[in-house]
């Protein structure tokens, strides 16, 4: 297991975005009862926090204490550290589970394995995040040299599942078809800088070369973003939902 977020959740927690409300309302329709839902590997809450206005109550986990310091607080979001795959959770608990930007952490087989133990007959897994962010072309391309350029080696290698859009990872379960979701934001130019100084692969590159990759390109973003106060920031939605078949009982 991969801990890459702890030594700094709280920028996480301010700069990295959350889940379009449709999406979220549309996870919450899946499953026939909005008893209890788990959203594992959770960070800083920006999913659970949202689930928790749907479920009664909501449980989730992560491996970062410290992310969890920072996350999202209602009262019926149970925090708890542990890892995905392996809980201390009852057989058959869950009507939803939900994994946000970090099933590519995790180690598939032991997962999925826990999913089908606490998943409710007729609950639903859904496995979601977000794609490289999209502005304009000019800042798009600074962006994408830096991410694909500067930080080519810095990468986890498991950050290419999210480069093949979750398409790639094993997924043992009866797939549904889902619509297609983006999240919309107006930031400004701070904002934006923030959330590419908490990517994984720019904390590499820092601690290897004592500087800051978004810093070496500052200058050309400053550039490519111009005089506007906000510009709109898109974020493509990955989703996949299945169900698990051999959970529902006849």
């Known amino acids: 297991m991969k801990d890459l977020f702890s030594g700094h959740a709280a920028d996480y927690s301010r700069f990295r975005p959350s889940y379009p409300e ?42 970062s204490e410290k992310q969890m310091q920072n996350a999202v607080q209602t009262p019926n979001i149970h925090y708890s550290v542990c890892p995905a795959e392996s809980t201390s959770f009852a057989d058959k608990q869950f009507d939803l589970i939900t994994v946000a930007q970090a099933v590519h952490w995790f180690d598939f087989d032991a997962f999925y394995k826990e999913v089908k133990r606490v998943l409710k007959p007729g609950g639903s897994l859904a496995v979601t995040g977000y794609a490289l962010l999209e502005v304009d072309s000019e800042v798009d391309e600074v962006i994408l040299e830096l991410y694909s350029g500067l930080l080519k080696g810095y990468w986890d290698p498991e950050r290419r599942y999210i480069d093949e859009e979750y398409k790639t990872i094993p997924f043992p379960f009866t797939e549904i078809e889902s619509p297609k979701f983006r999240n919309e934001y107006q930031w400004s130019l701070a904002q934006l800088t923030g959330y590419l100084e908490t990517w994984s692969a720019v904390k590499h590159y820092t601690r290897d070369k004592g500087v800051s990759p978004v810093a070496l390109v500052g200058d050309q973003l400053k550039a490519a973003w111009g005089d506007a106060d906000t510009k709109t920031v898109n974020f493509p939605i990955l989703l996949r939902v299945g169900r698990n078949d051999s959970a529902v009982i006849p």
């Open 22 to 63: 449709a999406l979220v309302s549309y996870l919450a329709s899946m499953p026939k009862s909005r008893e209890i839902a788990w959203d594992c590997g959770t960070g800083s809450g920006q999913l659970a926090g949202a689930l928790a206005a749907y479920f009664k109550s909501v449980y989730a986990t992560d491996i």
